[in-house]
């Protein structure tokens, strides 16, 4: 099994909405890919909490594949490149790691 984490930062305001409302898009964008990309075994996303430090992230996604290849897979599938567009247009930074999980 493979965990893909990533967290993202969001500009104050883009797509004339602001970052609390993007982050509930990308929320919904991201979570509607379960149904859409069957090599996604599982995915969580959360929003920060409104009071945190502004040097904080806003959005962490956690998502659990089979293999290498279905992140691969994933990471390359049109609906998810969709919502990686939207978010390419709200983010200001992006951190993310990928590592094994011995099962």
Partial sequence: ??????????ADNA????????AAIIKAGLEGLID???QLE???VGVN????????HHIALVCTFKSWEDL???A??????????YIGKCK???SAVDWTINS
Avoid at 15 to 22: D, F, I, V, Y
Avoid at 49 to 56: I, K, Q
Avoid at 76 to 85: G, I, Q, S, W
């Fill in 1 to 10: 099994m493979v965990k893909h984490i990533v967290f993202f930062r969001l």
């Fill in 15 to 22: 797509e004339g909405k602001s970052a609390a409302e993007n």
């Fill in 36 to 38: 859409k990309i069957p």
């Fill in 42 to 44: 599982s995915i969580e």
């Fill in 49 to 56: 909490v409104p009071c945190a430090p502004a040097t904080d």
């Fill in 72 to 74: 691969n897979i994933y």
């Fill in 76 to 85: 390359n599938h049109p609906e998810h490149l969709k919502v990686a567009a």
């Fill in 92 to 94: 200001t930074a992006r």
